[in-house]
């Protein structure tokens, strides 16, 4: 999990950039990470994360199981076919895979997760940037899914359910340390909402 968070230490326009591993950080600007036009005057990010590597295989697996079957077909001698139906039957189920976990890579790179001490958002989109944010006195609960591939590959998926225009849900797919990630998320719902959900 890429968590960029403020430090203690750190002034209120500085992030830092923790990797998960055991080398060392750099620090950035929280305007090289979230966007200043979405924050408000005072709102401090606690962070900013990306899904984990493995969301790539994880948002285009059904794409690559088909894919490795069509493959699969076109190779073994199930189905009576002429060799000219078997090389267009491979390159569709390699292409089929390789061209989903492309766009999964596109996904992976232009998703963000933040939260800051008033809002959670989301930000996604290839071409068409989506900017989902809730604000925490409006978050009614959350809940912790972990689907067997993400336990597989050590994720989960975060979602919570807000009460703004009649309801909704968010989620933040295929995060790296889950449990981690949901318990500060619900230590900044608790502390949003008992100070009147200005987060200060």
Known sequence: ?????????????????????????????????????????????????????????????????????????????????????????????????????GWGLLEWVSRLYVLTNRRAMRIRGVFNVEVFTCSLDRIQNTYLHLSVPERMTRTGTVTFQTAADGGGTASWRAVSRPLEVHQRLREAICRAQSRGGNGS
């Open 1 to 101: 999990m890429t968590v960029l968070e403020k430090p203690k230490s750190a002034r209120a326009s500085g992030l830092v950039a923790n990797s998960g591993g055991r080398g060392g950080t750099a620090a950035l600007a929280v305007e090289q990470i979230v966007p200043v036009h979405l924050l408000d005057g005072g709102e401090v990010v606690y962070f900013a994360l990306k899904p984990s590597p493995w969301f790539v295989l994880l948002v285009s697996l059904k794409w690559v199981i088909a894919g490795a079957v069509i493959v699969a077909l076109s190779m073994w001698d199930v189905i009576p076919l002429p060799f000219s139906s078997r090389w267009y039957l491979y390159h569709i189920g390699f292409w089929m895979a390789v061209g989903r976990l």
